[in-house]
């Protein structure tokens, strides 16, 4: 009589080594995204409802951004350099009070309308940035 061994094939898949790799991926990506802080502007929307009403009838200042990249300063034009003195002697003048906002063309260009809102966001100015139009 013959002993025949029973060689069968084993199909189960060990499922550690692929947990660990993605428990260390994990703790990897957790790592490195709380590193990472992002540099955004903060602005405040018109329409917001945790806004307070301002007691003072005081209207804003206004940059208007035309789509051929000019800058108008109530409804005067500078270029970004001469907007920026403007905006310091108002928020020197204006002191807490300053606040902006800043209506740019639909086609305006992204690069002049971040610039504006750096200048804007250096001297802490509270701005609002309206719907291109």
């Given at each position: 009589?013959a002993?025949k061994?029973?060689?069968?094939?084993n199909?189960?898949f060990?499922?550690s080594?692929?947990?660990d790799?993605?428990?260390?991926?994990l703790?990897?990506?957790?790592?490195?995204?709380s590193?990472?802080?992002?540099?955004?502007?903060?602005?405040?929307?018109p329409?917001?409802?945790n806004s307070t009403?301002?007691?003072?009838k005081v209207k804003?200042?206004?940059?208007?951004?035309k789509s051929d990249?000019?800058i108008?300063?109530n409804?005067k034009?500078f270029?970004?350099?001469?907007?920026?003195?403007?905006?310091?002697?108002?928020k020197?003048?204006?002191?807490?009070?300053?606040?902006?906002?800043?209506?740019?063309?639909?086609?305006?260009s992204?690069?002049?309308?971040v610039g504006?809102?750096?200048?804007?966001?250096?001297?802490?100015?509270?701005?609002?940035?309206l719907?291109?139009?």
């Open positions: 009589m002993i061994k029973k060689n069968k094939v199909s189960e060990n499922m080594s692929l947990t790799i993605i428990f260390l991926l703790i990897f990506f957790m790592l490195t995204s590193l990472i802080v992002p540099n955004a502007l903060n602005l405040q929307l329409g917001s409802k009403p301002s007691n003072s804003p200042a206004t940059v208007a951004i990249g000019s108008y300063y409804q034009q270029s970004l350099e001469n907007l920026e003195t403007e905006l310091a002697k108002y020197r003048t204006r002191g807490d009070a300053a606040s902006v906002s800043v209506s740019p063309d639909a086609k305006a992204n690069e002049v309308i504006v809102l750096d200048i804007v966001y250096r001297y802490e100015i509270k701005a609002a940035l719907d291109p139009q």
